[in-house]
């Protein structure tokens, strides 16, 4: 089993100096099956020696495994273990800043009263000019009602919020853009939208995250009709776009066109759905989805509206058999769905040079290991692997772009754009089985997305 950061922790103990000076904590420990990080006396004391120990495990059963050996060591006692990424949260992940000075009456005055009323009335005149004199023009609401976190389900809105304020810390890392969690005490779609539509005037876009599927589909739509800035979707659009950027960049190693390409999908909800509208718009001809209940079609009886539009433009031949029968001879498997779905003999079975995207996180629908025995190309939805399908290449350029533009609509275009600059990052020297998107820290992406949505728009200075 393969350690990850997320499970980093720290071990304080006491120990007696001849322990500490024997190496039988660390034997302990990597017998044990921890890889240590780091080892630090705290207080080198008299009688004991205080130390932290840092290692990765596999998980916290197996931290507290750990702490038993240690704890059966004569000489050595656990203090405390903590988990690093606890310790990360602690007290949040942002915070608010000031950007002008405040050392006086005279700054006071300009900033606040009786100055800011001039400024006030300004835009009580021209509303337009709260994008230039307020913090609208630079602002992101990540909205959620924590009913589809992650892959942790309907958690509620206390739990989700973990993970907007680690979206809104993303914002302001990769494209410099003042992001702020609202989590909804409410998954009422009625109560979802008129909050957020009362909300916007301080907000110059809104980004929803982890809302459910089918619910998620009716939110935006409304939003997007009655707000006058940019809406988008996380979970359904930024997946589309680097998936679809992956694609691209996959489809010139094996050398197929992605119009010939035969792709089977795994998930049909939000993001899945986002994927195949996007492909298709891309000119993606042969696309089979299935979902918890089989391949999607016109046969079916059990579709909502919008899957049943999705079933209009794909599965044209009303294949109606297994996942595993889908994948004879496929080009490409997509999955956005749940763990182990598919195994080595289903991607065996697929086409030459076959392309493997399982992307349902943490555990994706086969273990990359194994597609890899068959795969040209494999890509996961995790940071451990090669080829991480992760949306923070997609979002914040996408929304620096529309910020800065001024730009409302988030059209098929745009989507296209940002895809194609994402994968343009990867360079033709660089790009190989192993490398088909560029990584979220390369500084090059936002910047490049931004560009192509500004592009792609051609709108300038609108919006409110």
Known sequence: MTQAAGYSITIRMHVTPELHASGKIIAAVSDSGGVITGLDVSDPGTETTVVDLSALVHDPDHAESIRDTLNGIDGCKVDKVSDSVFLVHLGGKIEVGIKVPMRNRTDLARAYTPGV????????????????????????????????????????????????????????????????????????????????????????????????????????RRLRERLKIPVFHDDQHGTAVVVLAALINASKLVKKDLSSMKIVMSGAGAAGAAVAQLL??????????????????????????????LAKRTNLNQFTGSLSEALVGADVFIGVSQPNVITAVD?????????VFALANPDPEINPIEAAKFAKVVATGRSD??????????????????????????????????????????SENALSSVYIVPSVFDSNVAPAVAAAVIAATKVKGSGS
């Open 385 to 426: 692997f090669p080829n991480q399908i992760n949306n923070v290449l997609a979002f914040p350029g996408i929304f620096r772009g529309l910020l800065d533009s001024g730009a409302i609509d988030i059209t098929e275009e745009v989507l296209m754009a940002s895809a194609k600059a994402i994968a343009e990052c990867v």
């Open 280 to 309: 298709l718009h891309a000119g993606v001809e042969s696309i089979m989805l299935f979902d918890s209940k089989g391949a999607v079609s016109t046969l079916r009886t059990d579709l909502d509206p919008d899957r049943m539009e």
């Open 347 to 355: 991607v065996e079975k697929m086409a030459k040079d076959s392309i």
């Open 117 to 220: 009323a001039r400024v006030c009335l300004a835009i009580a005149e021209n509303p337009s000019d709260a994008r230039n004199l307020t913090i609208k023009r630079n602002t992101v609401a990540v909205v959620t009602d924590g009913s589809a976190v992650l892959g942790l389900g309907n958690i509620g809105p206390e739990a989700a919020m973990p993970v907007m304020e680690g979206k809104a810390a993303l914002f302001k890392k990769f494209a410099n853009v003042d992001a702020w969690p609202i989590c909804l005490d409410t998954q009422d779609v009625d109560e979802i939208v008129r909050t957020v539509e009362i909300i916007a005037p301080g907000f110059g876009g809104i980004n929803l995250e982890d809302i459910s599927a089918p619910r998620c589909f009716e939110v935006e």
